[in-house]
């Protein structure tokens, strides 16, 4: 993939991460549209972990090193995947946090040091996380008159995200807080 390819792909995952973040919050109506969603975010994703991972290749006398320690990468999450996550979770919560993973390759996530982007997001992981622990503490089903303003609100984080999708670290913290419910 090229890097024009590349800069296409990092354009378009706002705009695709963004509403599958809120539809899996959101009532499952249209099914195929959301079949067709997961499935464009996915491939997305994957672009982008995988331009991410041919831009930063070594220099070609390292690269036995490189692929090696990228199958043992595969291996190991594959065998998280497999054999450890259905023996650690009770739903399919690995799936957003695939997704939530997969936007820390984003271009300029960590362009000030590690510490600069948790301090940047840590104000969306302290919503995503009360988020989760509320939702998860009382399994939180919502009234029939509290629908409307829920949907509303999950336009504004959508809107939100695609605001902030010029800023790596604030468009992740919302997705985060958008599939952390999920």
């Keep these: 993939m090229g890097p024009r390819s590349s800069a296409t792909v990092v354009r378009l995952v706002p705009f695709a991460v963004a509403p599958l973040a809120v539809s899996l919050v959101g009532a499952k109506v249209f099914w195929f549209t959301t079949i067709v969603l997961h499935l464009v975010v996915f491939a997305l ?9 041919y831009a930063r290749r070594p220099h070609p006398q390292r690269l036995t090193e490189f692929f090696l320690c990228t ?37 300029g996530m960590f362009a000030g040091g590690a510490r600069q982007a948790l301090m940047k997001a840590s104000p969306w992981l302290a919503v995503a996380i009360a988020l989760a622990t509320v939702w998860y503490v009382t399994q939180l089903q919502l009234l029939a008159s509290f629908e409307l303003p829920f949907r509303a609100l999950l336009v504004l984080l959508a809107a ?6 010029q800023r790596p670290v604030s468009f992740a913290g919302l997705a985060i807080a958008g599939l952390s419910p999920a």
Excluded at 45 to 53: M, N, R, S, T
Excluded at 100 to 106: P, Y
């Design 71 to 107: 199958s043992l990468g595969g291996v190991l999450g594959g065998a998280f995947a497999g054999l450890l996550a259905p023996q650690i979770f009770s739903g399919n919560y690995e799936y957003p946090i695939l997704i939530a993973l997969a936007l820390l390759a984003l271009p």
């Design 160 to 165: 939100g995200m695609i605001f902030l999708r």
């Design 45 to 53: 994703l994957a672009l982008l972990c995988h331009g991410e991972l």
